[in-house]
C-alpha cells in the first residue's frame, strides 16, 4: 500500500513528530510504500491563488501527484482552536481541487478520489475526560467536518481516527503506552471498519 502522510507541526520536538516517526517505522516495517509531506519543514504555502481557482495547478501538481499516488492519506497534526492548523487546512484547500477531488457531478459514492482511505491521527490538548463533559465537545462530532465535509464528500473511505488525549500532561509511561496504542492502531489498518455517512 502506498501511503500519503500529511503532517504538520512547528515543532521537531513534539509529540505530533513522535506520532508521525511511529507512523513512518510502523508502516514501512509492515511493507508499505510511504511518502511525507512535512508542511512546515516544506514551508507549504497554504493559500488558495486566484490562479489554481480558475483550475491552472502547476504549481500544486507535485502535491497532487501524491495523492494520486497514495492508498491511504494519513493526517497528523495537533488540534488547535477545534480544526487542523491553517497550514494543513489550506493544503487541502490547494490540492483537494475542483476537477481533481471534486466537481459538481461526482460526490460521496462517486467522489473523484474514491478507492482511497483516509485517516486522522491528532493531539489535543486535555485529558479525554473533558471531552465527555458536554456535547459539544464531542470529538465525533467536532471531526465531522473533516470526516464527512472533505473525506467522505470526495469519496475517500474514512478510517477511525487515532487521538492522543493531553500529551502535554501525560507521563513518560503514558506518552510510552499512547505510542504503542498507536503501534497497534496502525497495525489493524486493514481490519478497521470505515465510518459510515449517509450522502442525503
Not at 510504500?33 to 483550475?55: C, H, K, W
Not at 479525554?128 to 469519496?155: K, T
Request: proline share 6%.
Amino acid at each position: 500500500m502506498n501511503v500519503l502522510i500529511i503532517y504538520a507541526h512547528p515543532n521537531p520536538g513534539s509529540f505530533n513528530a513522535a506520532l508521525r516517526d511511529l507512523a513512518v517505522r510502523t508502516l514501512s516495517q509492515a511493507g508499505h510504500s510511504i511518502l511525507l509531506s512535512d508542511l512546515y519543514t516544506m514551508r507549504f504555502n497554504p493559500v488558495l491563488s486566484a490562479q489554481e481557482l480558475q483550475g491552472d495547478l502547476k504549481d500544486i501538481q507535485p502535491e497532487i501527484e501524491k495523492v494520486r499516488r497514495a492508498d491511504l492519506l494519513l493526517f497528523q497534526f495537533p488540534d488547535w482552536w477545534y480544526g487542523m492548523p491553517a497550514i494543513m487546512k489550506g493544503w487541502i484547500d490547494r490540492v483537494f481541487a475542483y476537477g481533481f477531488a471534486y466537481d459538481d457531478e461526482h460526490s460521496f459514492e462517486n467522489g473523484l478520489l474514491r478507492g482511497k482511505k483516509a485517516m486522522l491521527s491528532l493531539t489535543v490538548g486535555a485529558r479525554e475526560d473533558y471531552f465527555r463533559q458536554a456535547p459539544q465537545r464531542d470529538l465525533v462530532r467536532v471531526l465531522e467536518p473533516i470526516h464527512y465535509g472533505i473525506f467522505a464528500y470526495c469519496g475517500l473511505e474514512v478510517l477511525p481516527p487515532f487521538i492522543a488525549y493531553g500529551p502535554g500532561e501525560m507521563s513518560e509511561a503514558e506518552r510510552k503506552a499512547t505510542l504503542e496504542a498507536f503501534r497497534e492502531h496502525l497495525k489493524r489498518l486493514p481490519e478497521l471498519e470505515p465510518l459510515r455517512f449517509s450522502s442525503t
